[in-house]
């Protein structure tokens, strides 16, 4: 993997990638090129931190079953329209 790839990888594409990290479905090479990027961005570390803390409380809520998706992607959408707000002010 060359370092341009880590150079052109937009913040959107990685904050989209957050969950299958979080959730270990990516593959070795996607797992690289978003932690690159999660090292070097701390907008997107903090979504990351966000996204994080959701999922372990999801975990803790439903004792360690997967939550469904509708409520996955309530979450996801309400944190990041929540994040947009915040970075805006």
Same mark, same amino acid.
């Given at each position: 993997?060359?370092?341009?790839?880590?150079? *052109? &990888? =937009? /913040?959107?594409?990685? @904050? $989209? *990638?957050?969950?299958? !990290? !979080? *959730?270990? #479905? /990516?593959? #070795?090479?996607?797992?690289?090129?978003?932690?690159?990027?999660?090292?070097?961005?701390?907008? /997107? &570390? $903090?979504?990351?931190? @966000?996204? #994080?803390? +959701?999922?372990?409380? +999801?975990?803790?809520? /439903?004792?360690?079953?997967?939550?469904? =998706?509708? !409520?996955? #992607?309530? &979450?996801? !959408?309400? @944190?990041?329209?929540?994040?947009? +707000?915040?970075?805006?002010?």
């Amino acid at each position: 993997m060359s370092g341009d790839q880590f150079e *052109d &990888l =937009d /913040c959107s594409a990685v @904050i $989209a *990638d957050v969950w299958t !990290l !979080l *959730d270990n #479905e /990516c593959d #070795e090479a996607s797992r690289l090129r978003v932690q690159h990027h999660l090292d070097s961005c701390g907008s /997107c &570390l $903090a979504q990351y931190g @966000i996204e #994080e803390k +959701i999922k372990s409380m +999801i975990n803790r809520k /439903c004792g360690g079953e997967r939550a469904p =998706d509708g !409520l996955r #992607e309530r &979450l996801t !959408l309400e @944190i990041r329209r929540s994040v947009t +707000i915040s970075t805006e002010d």
